[in-house]
């Protein structure tokens, strides 16, 4: 078989319980345990068939296969194997999702914020967002399960904070006849853009007053009593998707993670989980050697996972918190449904490679806003939640956490065009005053006038063009070349 054929292993997956450990069937679709109501992971029985093949075996077969030309290999499930080895090549939806670029911050950029670093653009996905990797998983394995049951119709729900309803919309578009999808958003508190491309997908579009966390009490309460698919993280299909965030990371850095700190948003801290998942499994197949450093980040306006993790081990407990207006306001959550999925992965991980191995920064929204600006005028793309990720780096270079020999990568979770309305408010110096965010002139821009309207009346073409030329070359003070007029 060659690296281009599509996988003929299979998985003998189960969902597996973080409360009560119990194991269950993956023949339904469940989001909580049965038995005791906490959240599940999937695994495979099979794994250590896999883990006999050595590190060499994946490495060679992941490199081959990153050329592969079929669609349903090309994106998330390159790691067919090690991602969810469920659907048929039939199930597996591909719109151009994953293998996101990994864009080396300038030497300008470098040398301001003092490290080598680098964001994973995760916001170069179909729907411009890192969730597009999670739903490939949720949707190929959706339509497995339909195929399987001949089921005729299946429905599918999710709240969000924009972007889960955004890629979600697009997947249920794609897939189209028997699934439709319903999406509930929080009224007010996702930005126009993501607002736009639910609705641009023709999916049903429902709103209640309320912050994301009173939207996703809502549609528990709906999986739990009537016929839906629940598509958001508490859907463990979408985590092994996110995953392929730790694999690309891996092999573009040719398997090495050693002096690699990768920092990470948390929300509803599934992409967390994901991550620390995906360099768990690698290690445990001896794909990679280290374990890279994972830097969980939240903004003061929303960080109980910080918290946590911030209060002496012996006296933790996992309390909710009411959140504050924020900018990285696809991370606003005040009561993460992964959160149980953190706490285990991180106890693994800091197992394997050390307390320093996992921690949890907290940064302000001037620090998010700033940052964000800061980069973007150093050639990237990133929404404000890349820049909370760019605050937290600069936070742990501050605190002495970063090593001079260390290399950060930061996820860019989404594309800064679906998150303009911050940097406009930034740039009017009109945020509310709950944010707390003044602007910095420094960093401040607006577009300049040239010509009032009245200015051009009457003047014809060649004239129009004449003065608004000569403006311009006064403005900036453009030198004339000899001899011309
Ligand atoms: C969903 C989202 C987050 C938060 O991810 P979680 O998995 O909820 O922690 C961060 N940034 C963007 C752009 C998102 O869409
Ligand atoms: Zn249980």
């Given at each position: ?36 109501g906490?959240?599940l ?21 992941f ?121 509930l ?9 993501q ?10 579009v ?102 946590y ?5 012996q ?8 959140v ?32 320093r ?7 302000t ?15 990237h ?16 270079i ?18 800064a ?49 004449r ?16 001899d011309?007029?």
């Amino acid at each position: 078989m060659s690296a281009h054929d599509f996988p003929s292993y299979r998985g003998n997956m189960f969902y597996r319980c973080l409360g009560c450990a119990g194991e269950h069937g993956i023949d339904e679709l469940l989001y909580t345990c049965p038995r005791c109501g906490e959240v599940l992971l999937l695994e495979d029985r099979n794994f250590p068939e896999l883990q006999k093949k050595g590190g060499a075996y994946w490495r060679d077969l992941f490199d081959a296969r990153a050329a592969a030309k079929r669609p349903a290999l090309r994106g998330i499930f390159r790691f067919y194997e090690i991602t969810a080895p469920v659907p048929e090549e039939e199930d597996i939806i591909y719109l151009g999702e994953g293998n996101t670029p990994l864009i080396e911050a300038s030497p300008a950029l470098r040398g301001i914020v003092g490290r080598s670093f680098a964001y994973k653009n995760d916001g170069q996905n179909p729907s411009a967002s890192f969730k597009d990797r999670g739903m490939a998983c949720a949707f190929s394995y959706l339509r497995a399960l339909m195929r399987k049951h001949a089921w005729d119709e299946v429905l599918t729900v999710c709240a969000s904070t924009g972007d889960t309803s955004a890629s979600a919309a697009l997947y249920a578009a794609y897939a189209g006849g028997p699934i439709k999808s319903v999406v509930l958003l929080p009224q007010g508190k996702v930005t126009p853009q993501q607002l736009s491309q639910p609705l641009g997908g023709g999916a049903r579009v429902l709103e209640l007053p309320g912050v994301f966390d009173d939207c996703m009490k809502v549609v528990e309460f709906l999986a739990a009593r009537y016929r839906v698919a629940l598509l958001n993280s508490k859907n463990s299909w979408r985590i092994l998707g996110q995953e392929s965030y730790a694999f690309e990371l891996a092999q573009a850095r040719d398997w090495n993670m050693d002096k690699v700190c990768v920092f990470v948003p948390i929300g509803n801290a599934g992409n967390i989980t994901a991550v620390l998942r995906g360099f768990l499994k690698l290690h445990l197949l001896g794909v990679i050697d280290a374990l890279p450093r994972v830097f969980g980040v939240q903004s003061h306006h929303a960080d109980p996972v910080y918290r946590y993790y911030a209060t002496p081990a012996q006296n933790r407990a996992f309390r909710p918190v009411r959140v504050a207006p924020s900018a990285a306001q696809a991370a606003m959550i005040g009561n993460p449904v992964s959160f149980p999925r953190v706490r285990a992965l991180a106890e693994q991980y800091r197992a394997v490679a050390g307390e320093r191995a996992f921690q949890v920064l907290r940064v302000t929204e001037q620090a998010i806003m700033d940052c964000m600006l800061l980069v973007n005028r150093h050639g990237h793309t990133t929404c404000t939640q890349g820049g909370e990720c760019a605050a937290g780096l600069c936070e742990a270079i501050a605190a002495g956490l970063v090593d001079d020999d260390e290399y950060a990568v930061l996820d860019s979770t989404a594309h800064a065009l679906k998150f303009m309305d911050f940097q406009a408010l930034y740039f009017a110096d009109a945020f509310p005053p709950e944010y707390g965010i003044r602007a910095d002139p420094a960093l401040v821009n607006a577009p300049e006038i040239l010509l009032d309207p009245e200015e051009k009346e009457g003047l014809d073409e060649k004239d129009f063009v004449r003065k608004s030329a000569l403006r311009i070359a006064s403005r900036l003070d453009l030198i004339p070349i000899p001899d011309q007029k």
